[in-house]
Structures are given as C-alpha cells and as structure tokens.
C-alpha cells in the first residue's frame, strides 16, 4: 500500500506539512484553476463510476478515452453505437462539465471498411470521403451544442525527418486535401465547434515545425482550424522546460487557441524498457521529483493562459492509466495527481499552488 502521507523534502520546503495537509481540505483543481483555463480529465464509462467523486471535484472539462473514436462508434458500415458515448456526455452534463470530442480522423482505431470494400479492394477518394461526411455528420451532429471542441485530426504528421505527413490510409487514398476537407466538413456540421489538430512528441523541434507548417498552410488557405492540441504525454526529465516553451510559443504564433490535451508524466526514461521492474509502489523520491516536475509544467501553463485554454490529464489517478501497459505490458507507471487510493499526491498539490502563485 503505497505510504502516502510521506513527508517529502518538498514539501517541507513549501511549508506544508502532514498534519497541515491532514487539516487542510482538500481544494477543488479545476476551482483553482478556473480563472486560467479548464482542467480535464480522460475518462471511460468505468472510470466515471470508480472515480466520481474525484471527478466532479477536481475536473471541469472530460475526454473519453477510447468511446468516440470511430471503431467504438461506428463499427460497421451500416451501425453505430452511441451508448458508452451517450453516457459520458451525460455525465458531464449532469456534473456541470465540458466535453472534449476526440477523434474523427485518426490512422488508428478506424475500422477497415473505410477504407476497403469487403472483398479486400480498396475504396475510391469519393467513396472514403463519402463515408467520413456521413460519419462525421452523424456523430458532430448528435453531440452538438454538447461537445464545445473536438479533435477533428489526430497524428497527421510525421515522426520522421524526411517526409512532412505521415503515411496513412488517409494520405494515400484520399490525398493531402484529407486534412482541409475534414476541418471544412467540421465547421459546416457545427459551426460552433472549436476545431484542433492533435498530435504527440508536438515539442520535438523537428516535428513541431512539421506541425507549425502544416497548420500554417491550412490557416494560408482558410481552413477552419481553431486550435492545436499537445498531447504532453511527458517524463520526469523530458522533454526539457525550453522545448516545451518553445514548442508553445511557436504554435501560439499562428494566432490559434492551444490546449494540452493527454497530459501525464510518467516515471521511466523514454528508453527505459526494462521488463525486469519490479517496483510496486511509487516511493517519496519518485513522488517528489514528480512534484517538480508538475510544478514546472504548470508554471508553463500558467504563464500561457492568455492562449492556452484547457490542459486534459490522461487519466484521473494512478491506478486507471494506459501507462501500466505502455510500452511495458503490464508494467506499473504512476503518471497522474491522485495515488492508486485517490489521494492528492504532492504533484498535486503543487500544482494547487501555482495557480495562486
Ligand atoms: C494517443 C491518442 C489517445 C490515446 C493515447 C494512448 O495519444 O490520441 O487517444 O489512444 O494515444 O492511450
């Protein structure tokens, strides 16, 4: 059972002590927060009963996780399936909080009859945008006026030096003009919606300005394109304070909203694939350069609300996160601000501080 009330050195040096955090009660994140941007959280149709309470405490805005991709959606040709979804929208809705729509065009979780025909052969570019104008006519228009952003793309852009997009079969089958025509079909479904584009490793400097010229060239055309999403899924050491800033600076040139969007900050190095960890509790020492790192983060953000509107935890408390099985399978990774037992963990209150710094 992971010991937390572990007084941590930075704690101390912040003045908060157990008996302090024990007889202090425990503020409201997105309250803090509420005159700098929304705090989000990723959530599924279990995590939105285990976690509840923490929830409707500390999070003004959910994203689900996985249900309003389009396989969960729509998985076959001729059938949808809005139940997860419906009751994660009306969560929200009951508890006073914005939704996040992620995602309508991505080059995973897209089932294959978009692209093929059920013998194998491969659609037409009219046939393949024929199938994303009704999809997503059909699933902006049931949540609209009800989800206020979604993340119209998701991962188009390359990881690699040498090409700028990354080959999908969007890209191949439907040509570089799939990414206006999915912001324009956007904008004409829910003119209201605010539109990202949403990609990982965003703060790279070579991929960052792969993205920057990409919305750039939308933006040059008159694409509706509102924002753009960084995903943040950090570690504790990367990626460096600077790129971050750097990153943001450079995206919040284009004159765009930005949003970090799957913000979370794992414990193991990048490089660090060891399936031999045996570790089962996060100790004081992990959890306090966690905190620092928070600290960092959040001072970032906060030192950025003028275009940054909203940052999204992937996640809600450590015992629910995609890092337990990513990139070690079933590897334990403490990425959030909650312990397993959904205690505020000092990365949380941290980051409690730093929005009244
Ligand atoms: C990407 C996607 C998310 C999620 C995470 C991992 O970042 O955008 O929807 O799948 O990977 O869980």
């Known amino acids: 059972m992971l010991d937390v009330h572990r007084l941590t050195k930075l704690s101390v040096q912040k003045g908060m002590n157990r008996m302090d955090r024990e007889a202090k009660p425990v503020p409201s994140l997105c309250q803090v927060y509420q005159d700098h941007f929304l705090i989000g959280a990723a959530v599924n149709a279990r995590t939105i009963l285990t976690h509840e309470s923490l929830l409707t405490q500390h999070f003004s805005s959910i994203t689900a996780e996985n249900e309003m991709k389009f396989e969960e959606l729509h998985p076959a040709l001729d059938r949808y399936d809005f139940q997860r979804a419906d009751a994660l929208v009306n969560f929200a809705e009951q508890h006073g909080m914005k939704v996040r729509g992620h995602t309508l065009v991505w080059h995973n979780q897209t089932p294959s009859f978009v692209f093929s025909h059920s013998d194998g052969t491969a659609r037409t570019r009219e046939q393949v945008l024929a199938i994303l104008r009704e999809h997503m006519t059909t699933v902006m228009g049931r949540y609209k006026g009800r989800v206020y952003a979604w993340d119209v793309v998701n991962e188009a852009v390359s990881d690699a030096d040498d090409r700028e997009l990354r080959d999908t079969p969007w890209l191949r089958q439907v040509g570089e003009d799939y990414l206006s025509l999915a912001f324009e079909m956007a904008h004409e479904i829910d003119p209201n919606a605010q539109l990202f584009y949403n990609d990982y490793n965003e703060t790279h400097p070579g991929k960052r300005e792969r993205i920057y010229r990409m919305v750039k060239s939308l933006l040059s055309r008159g694409v509706p394109i509102h924002g753009i999403g960084l995903q943040g899924h950090y570690r504790l050491g990367q990626p ?11 995206y919040a040139s284009l004159g765009v909203k930005l949003q970090v969007t799957e913000l979370d900050v794992s414990t193991y190095a990048w490089n660090d694939q060891s399936r031999e960890v045996q570790v089962q509790v996060q100790d004081a020492r992990s959890q306090e350069r966690q905190a620092q790192r928070y600290e960092e983060l959040f001072s970032l953000f906060r ?39 959904h205690v505020p963990k000092p990365a949380f209150w941290v980051v409690v501080d730093e929005a009244t710094r």
């Open 240 to 250: 460096p304070r600077d790129e971050i800033r750097d990153a943001i600076e450079r």
């Open 303 to 341: 030192a950025y609300k003028d275009v940054l509107t909203g940052v999204t935890l992937w996640g809600i408390a450590d015992d629910a996160t995609w890092l337990d099985n990513f990139p070690v399978r079933g590897r334990k990774d403490w990425p959030l601000l909650f312990t397993e037992d």
